[in-house]
């Protein structure tokens, strides 16, 4: 694992968006296509901000996104789809945005999903890293065995608290229990993996993750195990280390 640190979220956003699309670049150059997965949630504002002004031809680019609330509208402000298709998908001319569809029967939309990620390897995975360490949505304890490319997941409650303390929904009680999330397995077969992960209440996560053990109770410590991942950080995320 790589660790880069920036002085703050902004700059860690531009950093971890450079090398990410150095990588896609060099997907395209070499194949002439290129598979992505993205990420959601506060963490990547400004990664995704700053990738969408570097030069990719994203026309040979599919990307595949991360994790869905099971029964969640598309409409509804804390929609990852609706999250992704706005801050991403309509600002550029893809090949393809492969979208976690929550209103679907989640046992049919995960074997949907599968069948098109088999088939697609991908290339650089875009993610961050949960409050509780999470990754994609594979609360502790994950499941780090799962050959299943994506899976139906109970959230735990810091992971609904969290999701409730950016802003997403008014109250508890609001947030979903249940997801459709990318499994561990599947998000660690990626070629490059760039892992977003600014502010401080990240950084109890972040020491655990990257000073623990690799353990199912800190999801994201898996990424140690990983050959190429890089794991951008700010002064306040870093600040346990």
Not at 11 to 29: D, H, P, S, Y
Not at 70 to 83: Q, V
Not at 187 to 213: F, L, W
């Amino acid at each position: 694992m790589i660790v880069e640190i920036a002085e703050n979220k902004q700059q860690l956003g531009q950093q971890a968006a450079a090398r990410g699309a150095e990588f896609i670049n060099e997907a395209i150059a070499e194949k002439g296509t290129a598979n992505i997965i993205l990420a959601t949630g506060a963490s990547q504002f400004e990664m995704l901000d700053a990738l969408l002004k570097i030069p990719v031809d994203w026309a040979k680019v599919r990307a595949f996104h991360l994790d869905e609330y099971i029964g969640l509208p598309a409409t509804h402000p804390a929609s990852f789809r609706k999250y992704l298709k706005e801050r991403f998908a309509d600002k550029l001319l893809l090949k393809e945005f492969v979208y976690v569809n929550g209103e679907a029967d989640p046992e049919q939309e995960c074997r949907r999903l599968e069948q098109l990620i088999s088939g697609s390897p991908i290339d650089v995975a875009f993610i961050g890293i949960g409050e509780n360490a999470h990754l994609a949505f594979n609360d502790p304890p994950a499941d780090f065995e799962t050959e299943a490319a994506y899976i139906p997941v109970e959230l735990d409650e810091a992971c609904r608290r969290q999701q409730m303390g950016e802003g997403w929904f008014k109250s508890l009680e609001e947030v979903p229990r249940q997801a459709i999330s990318m499994a561990i397995r599947q998000i660690m077969k990626s070629h490059t993996i760039i892992c977003s992960v600014p502010d401080r209440r990240k950084a109890e996560a972040v020491k655990n993750a990257i000073k623990g053990e690799v353990s199912p109770q800190v999801p994201a410590s898996i990424l140690r195990e990983h050959p190429a991942t890089w794991l951008f950080l700010d002064r306040e995320s870093s600040a346990l280390l």
